[in-house]
């Protein structure tokens, strides 16, 4: 009840104020606002990259050659050690391994940038990929080392004006000079934000791993992806995986293993550092309009030292005035907090709209962003609160 | 006894400077009284009336509100009693000037802890006693001298104090005006509130029932009011 209408006299006077009252909020609602809008994109990305990152398999191990250390041809992975590693580990239920060259793709007078990938069947076990037209590469492909791709969208609709139009067309590999002619056997679609950034993107082939070295020319298999059926003994299986291709190869330490989820926290944790970190520094911003608040508060009683001294003749305690400015600061953030949260919340719905993504603001934001105002309104204002109520009343009746 | 002040002393320290303003002050005001203190200025009597008000402490000596001692109260007592026992009236009114009067008035009663609905009640009904029934929402602003300091007297009664103290209260005002402001305070004392009134005009003092002289930090003069001019007698 009571300070219920300390409030409403505190309201009172922000009113008696407007203008001063919000140039004073405008430090508050550009603090939480941009807190708000960097906090919600912060998410928005981490919720982005957690799905693309779930269209990978989880339940993988990567093996790789560790190229920081001296690495001759002998230390590559072959076919072998993918048959190998399938022997001998029964936890292991797929081996997907993989070389990578980069070149072009032409077609006629066509030429485009292009990554190429050559891989087995089992690799679509691993990854999600979705075809708009044709099949993937099938065991039957790998087996009999068949001269098919499949690519990306956007380059069958560069070479071929569309995906069902590809299927069954020919088109030319080059990587350093090493041309050969592949057969189109299925197209993927382009996902993601990948999608957007059109034709700059290198295209995407995919081939069977047994014509790596005719058509790669001089890359090696630096990669295996090995999908298990339980990975609480990912670690275990990791170092026997690598304790057998080091038999194999008659070397040590020249390979290192990485778990799929684990690669998916790291992202994540340095998604949340970076969004903690800009956060901190649009809260930068919320200490320098605090400052604001504290410096009108001061200016605000030094104007009312008389009615500070009129309210203390009749009866007023130290703790009524203290409560009486700094429910006024703790107000006028507050209000500047709502606004601020109302324009982050805005923001964030521009953004959303014009990238085309969801840009969801959290109530736990908005929660911290309101207990962060008020936060403010106390820390700014106590002390010209402390500066009201510790005012001798025959000074400041005295004051003019 | 309302008041019941022995050998006050109050001294200001200024740096190396201390100046004594009060020197050994002993006075009584008993219940009905209707007293002025006069006297030049620097002559004490300010420093005499924030001490009685309770708005500043004594140096030394004994002061007795209704028999408490006073200086037993930290500043939040000392709030308490300002609010429960003291009715201030000013020279220049000190009413808030963006609060209509009957906003103005209750503002005692709302540090008092008194509900919403009873400090409108008392409020409006203090508002009536000093004749300002049509000027209740009213902002200071809108009134003239006379009007303000009428609310001011309102403010002072509306906690039914056991005194009004009130400093120079008819000094900014023309002496119709003055003579009106006056009239209620004797009408007031009729009714049994005790008054304390500072002024230095002798015709203001003749209202009164009892003069005390103030001069260099001591009573040189206290006498009763022979002859004393009632208003609108």
Do not use: W
Not at chain 1, 28 to 50: L, N, Q
Not at chain 1, 59 to 74: A, C, M
Not at chain 1, 148 to 154: G, K, N, P, Q, T
Not at chain 2, 218 to 232: F, L, M, T
């Amino acid at each position: 009840m009571y300070i219920f209408e300390i409030l409403n006299s505190a309201l009172q006077n922000i009113k008696a104020n407007k203008l001063r009252s919000f140039l004073t909020m405008l430090g508050i609602i550009i603090g939480i606002s941009s807190v708000i809008t960097i906090a919600s994109i912060g998410g928005a990305i981490k919720e982005y990259v957690t799905g693309e990152f779930a269209g990978m398999g989880t339940n993988v191990i990567n093996l790789q050659v560790d190229t920081t250390e001296s690495i001759g041809k002998r230390d590559y992975f072959t076919l072998e050690d993918a048959e190998l590693i399938k022997e001998k580990v029964p936890e292991v239920t797929a081996v997907v391994p993989m070389a990578e060259g980069f070149g072009t793709v032409e077609l006629q007078d066509k030429t485009k940038m292009a990554s190429v990938a050559a891989l087995n069947q089992h690799y679509v076990e691993i990854y999600d990929m979705d075809l708009a037209a044709g099949r993937f590469i099938n065991e039957h492909d790998v087996e009999t080392k068949k001269y098919v791709a499949v690519i990306d969208e956007l380059t069958a609709d560069k070479f071929f004006s569309n995906s069902d139009a590809a299927i069954g067309q020919r088109f030319k590999v080059n990587i350093n000079g090493n041309y050969s002619d592949m057969t189109v056997i299925g197209v993927m679609k382009s996902q993601g934000i990948l999608a957007s950034f059109g034709e700059n993107v290198p295209a995407q082939v995919y081939i069977p791993i047994t014509i790596y070295d005719q058509v790669l020319g001089n890359e090696n298999i630096s990669h295996v992806s090995v999908l298990v059926s339980d990975m609480t003994k990912a670690d275990e299986i990791s170092s026997k995986i690598i304790r057998i291709i080091e038999n194999k190869h008659n070397n040590t330490d020249k390979y290192t293993a990485s778990q799929g989820f684990a690669a998916l926290d790291m992202v994540n944790n340095v998604l949340d550092m970076l969004t903690a970190a800009l956060s901190a520094i649009a809260a930068i911003s919320l200490v320098v309009g605090g400052i604001g608040v504290m410096n009108i508060m001061l200016v605000s009683v030094t104007e009312r030292t008389r009615e500070i001294g009129i309210r203390k003749a009749v009866g007023a305690k130290t703790n009524d005035i203290r409560i009486q400015f700094l429910s006024e600061s703790v107000i006028l953030c507050l209000i500047g907090g709502g606004i601020g949260i109302i324009f982050g919340f805005l923001i964030c719905k521009i953004i959303g709209y014009t990238m085309d993504v969801s840009v969801p603001v959290s109530i736990a934001t908005v929660a911290i962003a309101f207990i962060f105002s008020s936060a403010v309104g106390i820390f700014f204002g106590l002390y010209p609160a402390s500066k009201a109520a510790k005012m001798d009343p025959i000074e400041a009746l005295r004051h003019e | 006894m309302i008041i019941k002040i022995e050998n006050l002393v109050k001294v200001y320290t200024t740096g190396s400077i201390s100046l004594t303003a009060l020197k050994g002050v002993n006075l009584e005001v008993k219940e009905g009284e209707f007293v002025a203190i006069m006297g030049s200025s620097g002559s004490g009597k300010s420093t005499l009336m924030n001490i009685i008000g309770c708005l500043d402490r004594a140096t030394s000596g004994k002061y007795l509100l209704e028999g408490k001692d006073i200086n037993e109260f930290d500043d939040d007592g000392l709030a308490d009693i300002r609010n429960r026992k003291i009715g201030f009236v000013f020279q220049s009114y000190n009413l808030l000037p963006k609060m209509d009067a009957v906003r103005n008035v209750e503002l005692p009663l709302f540090y008092g802890k008194v509900s919403a609905e009873d400090r409108i009640a008392r409020s409006k009904e203090a508002l009536k006693r000093v004749g300002l029934e049509d000027r209740m929402y009213h902002k200071p602003p809108e009134m003239s001298g006379g009007q303000k300091q009428r609310v001011a007297i309102a403010r002072a009664l509306v906690n039914n104090p056991s005194l009004i103290l009130a400093d120079e209260p008819t000094g900014n005002l023309d002496t119709a005006s003055g003579d009106e402001i006056m009239g209620i305070f004797q009408k007031l004392n009729d009714e049994g509130v005790t008054i304390v009134m500072v002024t230095h005009e002798p015709e203001i003092a003749a209202c009164t029932k009892r003069n005390i002289i103030f001069r260099d930090g001591n009573i040189i003069s206290d006498v009763a009011v022979k002859d004393r001019v009632i208003i609108g007698g």
